[in-house]
């Protein structure tokens, strides 16, 4: 069934959090943080960050737990009623706003608001105009302030319907930047439209909005979707391996997904 990234969200909550747990995704979430962290704001009393499609919070809670004062958004109110109820459990609401926002119209916030704004875990694939949202994401953040945007790799993808023999699909996205992204949900798999990126694109949109690209990296580039990673030594090699050189950038390219790491000029 074709349906909406939010439709899809909305009918997931739930089961979002369960569905990132395995030893992959927690790689995939390890190299998420390992640059955060990199880019938080000095100055923690006083700084402001942004969560936009926050969806569960995970990066709203990190952060907040850190001691930052956080906004997170998103535009799925199934997600947003799943981070009130976890902030409230981890007593953070104190520090973390909720609100419901598209993010490419952030017209509630005002210009220059944030020391760093985070659009992680594909927000920008899955919004109507990703070019409005890098847009708005740089326009809400501070001068020298940080951005981080994660989407999907566009060749990664290409190089997966190829394997498929979906060679229209393929093509298709080649063309357009735009792929019928299929999910899983509880009654079987539907599809929703996700726009994806080379680095070089995303890099591209980002200097248009005046975001100097200071890092890309490939999340993740060596780490296999396999049982290995059950073991434990395994594992901690390929994070080890990850956090290293995901952000070579002779590797960082080859990530399923890519995040790129800005600056505001
Ligand atoms: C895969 S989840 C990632 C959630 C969270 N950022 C993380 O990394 O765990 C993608 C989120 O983007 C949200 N989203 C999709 N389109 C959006 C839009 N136009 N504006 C705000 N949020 C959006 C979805 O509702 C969903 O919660």
Redesign the pocket.
């Known amino acids: 069934m074709k349906t909406t ?2 439709d899809y ?1 909305n009918r997931t909550a739930d089961e ?1 959090d369960q569905g ?1 747990q395995s030893p992959y995704w927690r790689i995939y979430n390890e190299i ?1 943080w390992h640059y955060i962290k990199s880019v938080l704001p000095r100055n923690k009393d006083d700084a402001l960050i942004l ?6 919070g ?2 709203a809670i990190k952060t907040a737990e850190l001691g930052y004062k956080v906004v997170m ?4 109110d199934n ?1 947003l009623e799943m981070a009130r109820k976890k902030i409230a459990d981890e007593e953070l609401t104190n520090k973390i706003t909720i609100l419901n ?4 119209d952030m017209s509630q916030f005002d210009n220059e608001q944030f020391d760093l704004s ?1 659009a ?4 920008v694939s ?3 105009d990703p070019e409005k ?1 890098i847009s708005e994401l740089a326009r809400v953040t501070k001068p020298a302030g940080h951005v981080t945007v ?1 989407v999907d790799n566009k060749l990664n993808w290409v190089a997966i319907y190829y394997k498929q023999g979906k060679i229209e699909q393929a093509e298709e996205l080649l063309r357009t930047g735009m792929a019928q992204m299929q999910v899983k949900s509880g009654h079987g798999f539907d599809w929703f439209p996700a726009y994806m990126f080379t680095i070089e694109e995303l890099k591209t949109l980002f200097r248009k909005y005046n975001l100097d690209p200071i890092k890309a990296v490939g999340k993740p580039v060596f780490t296999p979707f396999d049982k290995c990673l059950e073991n434990s030594e395994i594992y901690k090699c390929f994070l080890d391996l990850e956090l290293e050189f995901s952000s070579l950038p002779s590797v960082a390219g080859k990530g399923g997904h890519i995040a790129l790491i800005g600056k505001k000029l």
């Not at 969560?51 to 569960?56: L, V, Y």
């Not at 926002?101 to 490419?104: Q, R």
């Open positions: 990234s939010t969200h979002y990132y998420t969560d936009a499609g926050g969806g569960t995970l990066w958004t998103d535009i799925a997600m926002c598209d993010i490419i985070l992680e875990g594909d927000t899955y919004c109507s949202a994660s």
